[in-house]
């Protein structure tokens, strides 16, 4: 698997698609980090991922007082945030395969 992976690495890690990736991790985390310019509308109270520890009864209060566009936004709010993750893993693989480049 990790032989795979390097090959896969040595075709792909080029400058031009480590600077895409940049710009790509950049949009994502300003996208979250503005909840989406805005347009994504959170509630704070309402929101379990900060918490340290919940119940069942704090999670369906939650859920009651985000109501049906709050679940909708916090599905995108999260959906960016994993695109944000894993755009952020390739960069970091990207731009650490030729700094330390492996022998095959």
């Avoid at 918490?51 to 007082?65: C, K, L, M, R, T």
Wanted: proline share 2%.
């Amino acid at each position: 698997m990790g032989i795979k992976v390097l090959n896969w690495l040595s075709r792909e890690a080029t400058a031009k698609r480590t600077f895409l990736l940049f710009v790509s991790v950049l949009f994502f985390l300003i996208c979250v980090s503005t909840q989406f310019f805005g347009l994504i509308h959170l509630d704070v109270k309402a929101i379990l991922d900060s918490s340290d520890f919940y119940n069942s009864e704090a999670f369906y209060h939650a859920i009651e007082i985000q109501g049906e566009s709050g679940r909708q936004a916090y599905l995108i709010f999260h959906l960016f945030d994993y695109a944000l993750m894993f755009s952020l893993t390739l960069f970091f693989m990207f731009l650490m395969y030729p700094t330390f480049p492996c022998e095959l």
